[in-house]
């Protein structure tokens, strides 16, 4: 039995990465710990490492982990750019995450960080084994598109 399952009444989907990866983003866009933990791999060696953070290992530490963040509120986090490797049982997409800051007075801007999402395909269906998500360097952000560049990166 799984580790992490769905809350009840979750429709957690899980037939493709993509879907996977859907989940994933609206569990931390409503700071959803039981969603979140939903599409995670039922497996000791699962990993995350948080923007600026090191490596969690595990699905206690990254329940842990992500609880301490969504503690603080949701995290508006739009995955962009994504471009997908796909084999029978593993996928693995890369991404640009946009990020939307509020800072003081209420003006808002956009943060962006690289993020690598690893799936695996498991008897429950496709599931998160790994997500690595770092802050965009100045150098990585003509790749995010002309337009798209924020003016300062945070």
């Known amino acids: 039995m799984p580790r992490n399952p769905p809350r009840a009444g979750a429709a957690i989907a899980g037939n493709t990465p993509d879907e996977v990866e859907a989940e994933f983003y609206e569990a931390m866009q409503g700071a959803d710990l039981e969603r979140m933990m939903a599409v995670w791999a039922d497996d000791d060696d699962?990993?995350?490492?948080?923007?600026?953070?090191?490596?969690?290992?595990?699905?206690?530490?990254?329940?842990?982990?992500?609880?301490?963040?969504?503690?603080?509120?949701?995290?508006?986090?739009?995955?962009?750019?994504?471009?997908?490797?796909?084999?029978?049982?593993?996928?693995?997409?890369?991404?640009?995450?946009?990020?939307?800051?509020?800072?003081?007075?209420?003006?808002?801007?956009?943060?962006?960080?690289?993020?690598?999402?690893?799936?695996?395909?498991?008897?429950?269906?496709?599931?998160?084994?790994?997500?690595?998500a770092s802050p965009a360097s100045l150098q990585e952000l003509p790749s995010i598109g002309p337009g798209d560049a924020p003016t300062t990166l945070h």
């Open 46 to 132: 699962v990993v995350c490492v948080h923007p600026g953070g090191g490596r969690v290992v595990g699905p206690a530490a990254i329940r842990e982990s992500f609880g301490a963040i969504f503690a603080n509120g949701a995290v508006p986090a739009v995955p962009e750019q994504v471009r997908r490797l796909h084999w029978l049982s593993a996928a693995m997409h890369h991404l640009v995450e946009r990020v939307e800051v509020v800072l003081e007075g209420g003006r808002r801007e956009s943060a962006w960080v690289l993020v690598t999402n690893v799936y695996v395909k498991t008897p429950q269906g496709w599931r998160m084994a790994a997500h690595h």
